[in-house]
């Protein structure tokens, strides 16, 4: 590796943070400006992403360990760069992308601080990818948060403060738990460097093993609240069916980011020695509970952005039920799940504010969020400029399809391919011949019924919105609103198509994750820069 | 001295839990600041209890005469966050209370 690419891994941290800083010192009233310092940034990132990705998904993958300060590692924090981080930097550059770049439209304009927010969120999701010790995961989740409390305000109203103070609370509550679990396992392993405890944890005596292992279960349900499992899911569909809709797009990738967690820490911490897959019944159980509530809230809406909220839940809850299987081929499949249903639900949040707008009461929403924040009616850039989509409600109409089949996983998306690679996965999981045990036979039946609720849901919403429609108004949708939903569906069909080397990238990612020495060396033999030390100290003395 | 904090920490810990749980805004941000204190309390706590002593590493003296940095270091940064955490809420509060009429976790007085 060379010097340049290894000063890259911080790159995805630094550029929207500088972007951030940057945007401060504009005015809100250079509305095109701020945009295209927040644009360009992002661009630079999903460069960047890309990079990395090119980078790790190469044949000699090289471990990127950065050390911050260079200090070495148990003593200094570090940036450790693999292949799931690596692909999760890529997954959320791609949403920030497309959820700025629909935002752009008019929903940046009702609400100050728009981009700022939206640069620090990225801050603190690629930090909480990148970082390898557990503090700075907190610093970076709180500072993602922090922006997500921000976003989830954006256009204000009653509705929106409502859900935002609700989802506030939660997650002030769930930072609590965060330091309580963090605190614990600093005070019984004595390092809160990711790849130090888990070659400490195994050695651990057995008076303090129960304590670390509180502390651990204690952080766990800090992360399993922002991936919402039940039964700490109550507030997720209503902030996020609350949220404006560029925001709800990118914070598809916030309960993603609680199940990286998850996983990252699983299969590095408790993949071996006694504590070997502690808390895995919490993830199969509680996963399939999330499961049933989030089918039966899909089944049970009426309005789209609650459907699309417990479709949240639902994706949710497969990833956890297959995180407490913990088997390698699933897994994998699982990731692509990840991945796939990411892309859907951002694009799906951002479709139904398309929609909704030609409905009555979609449109009463947005005029009473302009109306509370008090220029949208007289703002420079009104909507009036911009391009409309010709075509619109057929080209609404096979976006609101693709969804539909991606969320119940039907051919030909990759909703099929990666619910296909899960359910054969775990098919084989037994020896050949024998038949799956119990406990797999019922997650096949729920995944597969979940698919059956979303599909008869989304029907409904379809023929409803889409057929039965008796105003018969049709939307004005500009080409900038339209193009960034087509391009997340976009990449589900290439992701179809791509199949193959994406489940090898993943396979190799899981079969890297389920070998936590490779991770624990690389951080322990990641050496400090001599040259630069030798400098400082000839100008010391 | 560990009775007297693990007390504090614990009867901290318990208003909180009850105010978080109350119907009125004001309540709940009170019970959240409690929680915090107690958190930010116990991860000071986890470093061992130990009074008058240095954080501070120095050649030739026995490390274990000394206090643990790391605890305290980790709680600034848990004071800082709680602190800018609390205050946005507090806004978030008053954006509600003007906007709902009333003092309402769900914006609404519940029925008589």
């Not at chain 1, 990079?51 to 950065?66: D, K, Q, T």
């Not at chain 1, 049933?292 to 459907?307: E, K, N, P, W, Y």
């Not at chain 1, 296909?420 to 039946?445: E, H, K, Q």
């Not at chain 1, 290439?494 to 070998?515: F, K």
Request: contains cysteine.
């Amino acid at each position: 590796m060379n010097d340049w690419s290894h000063h890259l891994i911080i790159a995805p941290i630094l550029i929207p943070l500088m972007a951030a800083a940057l945007l401060l010192f504009f005015d809100e009233r250079k509305r095109t400006l701020k945009a295209m310092i927040s644009l360009a940034s992002t661009a630079i990132l999903l460069l960047v992403a890309l990079l990395l990705f090119r980078i790790e998904s190469a044949p000699h993958s090289f471990e990127g360990v950065y050390l911050l300060g260079n200090w070495a590692a148990p003593f200094g924090i570090v940036l450790v760069l693999d292949g799931l981080s690596a692909l999760m930097l890529l997954l959320a550059a791609l949403l920030a992308i497309a959820t700025l770049v629909f935002s752009l439209a008019r929903w940046h304009a009702v609400g100050a601080h728009f981009h700022s927010m939206f640069q620090i969120l990225l801050v603190g999701l690629n930090g909480a990818f990148l970082t390898g010790d557990l503090f700075n995961l907190f610093v970076f989740f709180e500072v993602m948060l922090a922006a997500s409390y921000g976003l989830m305000l954006h256009g204000s109203g009653p509705l929106r403060v409502k859900a935002g103070m609700h989802y506030i609370a939660v997650n002030l509550v769930a930072a609590l738990f965060f330091l309580i679990g963090v605190s614990l396992i600093y005070g019984t392993t004595g390092t809160l460097n990711m790849a130090d405890l888990a070659a400490r944890i195994p050695q651990i005596e057995p008076d303090r093993r129960m304590l670390m292992e509180a502390g651990a279960g204690v952080l766990g349900v800090a992360f399993l609240i922002k991936a919402g499992m039940w039964p700490l899911c109550f507030w997720l569909p209503t902030a996020y069916s609350a949220a404006s809709a560029p925001v709800a797009g990118i914070f598809a990738i916030l309960s993603k980011l609680g199940i990286y967690v998850i996983l990252r820490l699983t299969m590095l911490l408790f993949s071996d020695g006694p504590s070997a897959g502690f808390g895995s019944d919490v993830l199969l159980f509680g996963g399939m509970a999330t499961l049933v509530f989030g089918t039966i809230g899909v089944l049970a809406s009426q309005a789209l952005g609650r459907l699309a909220g417990y479709s949240v839940l639902v994706s949710s809850g497969t990833m956890l039920m297959v995180l407490g299987i913990s088997e390698g081929t699933v897994s994998s499949g699982a990731l692509l799940y990840l991945i796939s249903s990411t892309f859907t639900l951002s694009a799906f949040f951002m479709l139904i504010e398309l929609v909704e707008r030609g409905q009555d009461a979609g449109a009463n929403v947005l005029a009473v969020t302009m109306e509370a924040y008090g220029e949208g009616e007289d703002s420079p850039e009104d909507d009036e400029d911009g391009v409309t989509m010709p075509g619109t409600l057929a080209i609404l109409g096979t976006c609101f399809a693709a969804c539909g089949i991606l969320l119940s996983g039907l051919p030909p998306l990759s909703g099929f391919i990666s619910k296909f690679a899960m359910l054969s996965a775990m098919m084989g999981t037994g020896a050949i011949g024998t038949p799956p045990d119990g406990a797999i036979w019922t997650l096949i039946v729920l995944v597969i019924l979940s698919g059956v609720a979303s599909l008869i849901a989304m029907t409904r919403v379809g023929i409803r919105t889409f057929w039965s429609s008796l105003e018969g108004t049709v939307p004005r949708v500009l080409v900038i609103e339209l193009v960034p939903v087509m391009f997340l569906l976009s990449l589900t069909l290439s992701l179809t198509i791509q199949a193959g080397p994406a489940m090898r990238y993943m396979d190799t990612t899981i079969r890297t994750l389920s070998t936590p020495s490779i991770y624990i060396d690389a951080v322990r033999n990641a050496t400090v820069v001599e040259g630069w030390k030798a400098k400082s100290q000839e100008a010391s003395p | 001295m560990e009775l007297v904090l693990s007390i504090a920490i614990g009867l901290m810990t318990g208003c909180g839990v009850w105010l978080i749980l109350r119907p009125r805004t004001y309540q709940v941000i009170v019970g959240l600041s409690l929680l915090s204190y107690a958190v930010n309390l116990f991860i000071f706590g986890v470093g061992g209890v130990k009074s008058n002593l240095p954080p501070i590493l120095e050649d030739g003296v026995d490390p274990a005469s000394l206090a643990d940095p790391v605890p305290q270091a980790l709680v600034l940064t848990a004071i800082v966050i709680g602190f800018a955490t609390t205050a946005l809420f507090l806004v978030v509060l008053l954006a509600s209370r003007g906007l709902t009429g009333n003092d309402h976790v769900d914006g609404r007085n519940e029925p008589k």
